[in-house]
């Protein structure tokens, strides 16, 4: 597994090694060993979340303010362009975003860590989204920024305005939003 650092310290873009022939393809999308080898963290995984949207829908910016979730994402179907907001108060790079492609074809995966919000927008016809978390869901505890606040000016690629959920219709500005320490 490579290990590539973005501009926000902590969350970390992965590529894992992929066998592949003309029969199709093998690659480990976790191992604890490897992941801790690469990344000098060893995450305490507890639930599987599995998610699958049609083109233009955009889920996010979510996060959980109490029991908060580092998340390992990855796409296993489609393509998606894949968002965290660094929610941290105290770190450097407070507010700033960082996006990636994530696709069944790449392979490449995110590492999320806990006080950040998460966000994805499907690219192609739909996508399969897996995440792993740290923490269990807890409905009480999550919260949702507005996925188009201009103080954070997330830059999407959209073709025409998203298809959103009701929660993510009515997210809180980024100023007004609950954050972490």
């Given at each position: 597994m490579q290990v590539v650092t973005t501009s926000i310290p902590g969350l970390l873009m992965l590529e894992p090694k992929v066998f592949g022939d003309a029969r199709g393809f093998f690659f480990e999308?976790?191992?604890?060993?490897?992941?801790?080898?690469a990344t000098g963290l060893r995450p305490n995984f507890v639930q599987d979340n599995h998610s699958r949207s049609a083109r233009g829908v955009?889920?996010?910016l979510h996060y959980q303010i109490q029991q908060a979730q580092g998340k390992l994402v990855r796409v296993t179907a489609g393509e998606v362009f894949d968002v965290a907001v660094d929610l941290r108060r105290s770190s450097p790079t407070f507010g700033q975003w960082f996006g990636a492609n994530?696709?069944?074809?790449n392979k490449r995966m995110m590492w999320v860590p806990e006080g950040f919000a998460h966000g994805f927008l499907v690219l192609s016809?739909?996508?399969?989204?897996?995440y792993k978390t740290t923490?269990?869901?807890a409905p009480e505890f999550e919260r949702c920024i507005r996925w188009d606040d201009p103080t954070i000016a997330i830059q999407w690629p959209l073709e025409t305005s998203p298809l959103l959920s009701a929660k993510d219709l009515h997210?809180?500005?980024f100023k007004?939003?609950?954050l972490f320490v």
């Amino acid at each position: 597994m490579q290990v590539v650092t973005t501009s926000i310290p902590g969350l970390l873009m992965l590529e894992p090694k992929v066998f592949g022939d003309a029969r199709g393809f093998f690659f480990e999308s976790y191992n604890e060993n490897a992941f801790h080898a690469a990344t000098g963290l060893r995450p305490n995984f507890v639930q599987d979340n599995h998610s699958r949207s049609a083109r233009g829908v955009l889920r996010g910016l979510h996060y959980q303010i109490q029991q908060a979730q580092g998340k390992l994402v990855r796409v296993t179907a489609g393509e998606v362009f894949d968002v965290a907001v660094d929610l941290r108060r105290s770190s450097p790079t407070f507010g700033q975003w960082f996006g990636a492609n994530l696709s069944a074809e790449n392979k490449r995966m995110m590492w999320v860590p806990e006080g950040f919000a998460h966000g994805f927008l499907v690219l192609s016809e739909c996508a399969e989204f897996l995440y792993k978390t740290t923490d269990f869901y807890a409905p009480e505890f999550e919260r949702c920024i507005r996925w188009d606040d201009p103080t954070i000016a997330i830059q999407w690629p959209l073709e025409t305005s998203p298809l959103l959920s009701a929660k993510d219709l009515h997210g809180v500005a980024f100023k007004d939003a609950e954050l972490f320490v």
